[in-house]
């Protein structure tokens, strides 16, 4: 096997380089605000890992089942509970936050004492909020584009042009894929319709 370019980092280094790049996050205000009408102060909000979310589901669904059991109220095999799915949501949105806030001045320490204490100390609303927030700073901080101007899109064609390869796509959620697809063909359009001599069809491609 020939050995990769010297120009080619190794697995192991760039392995290295992605654990020891320090966790992004964001700033964001705590929906809460003081006597003069301003944000009582800032949070950090980080991306949970796949680890992280899968932990926070499993421990969803042991305490939703733990709390419906104790009331008799525990759907059965092939029941559907609208109130199960409410419950899950809700103690999602608390387990979700209590992973995702920490401190602004040092993010390795949770921003909140207890997962308890998210659903004990803040409203509906509050928690929703902050949820958004979390959303918005996983679409900035993820590698998935979910939106473009029209100089992105001139830039992505160009790209794929010239690159000759569909591999960049990955990158792209599934409805910027759609506009960008609408827009290809917006401009092939408009060029097949500028090529066309006046009072005369398009040519067919065939």
Known sequence: MMPPPESEISAAELWLQITSVPRPYRLVPFPRKSPDGKPIGEIAMVVLTQEESMAATASTERFV??????????????????????????????????????????????????????????????????MFHYTRVQSELGPIVSRMSQEEMDAWIERLAVGGSSFPLDSLSLA?????????????????????SPGTPPETVT
């Open 65 to 130: 089942r733990k709390m419906l059991k104790e009331q008799g109220a525990l759907p059965q095999n092939g029941e559907v509970s609208a109130g199960y799915s409410t419950l899950f949501e809700n103690r999602c949105s608390c387990e979700v936050l209590f992973r995702a806030c920490k401190r602004k001045e040092d993010i390795s320490r949770p921003f909140f004492p207890s997962i308890e204490a998210v659903g004990q100390k803040l409203t509906t609303d509050e928690i929703g909020v902050l």
């Open 176 to 196: 910027a894929r759609s506009q960008l697809m609408l827009y290809m063909a917006s401009q092939l359009y408009s060029s097949r319709m500028a090529s066309s």
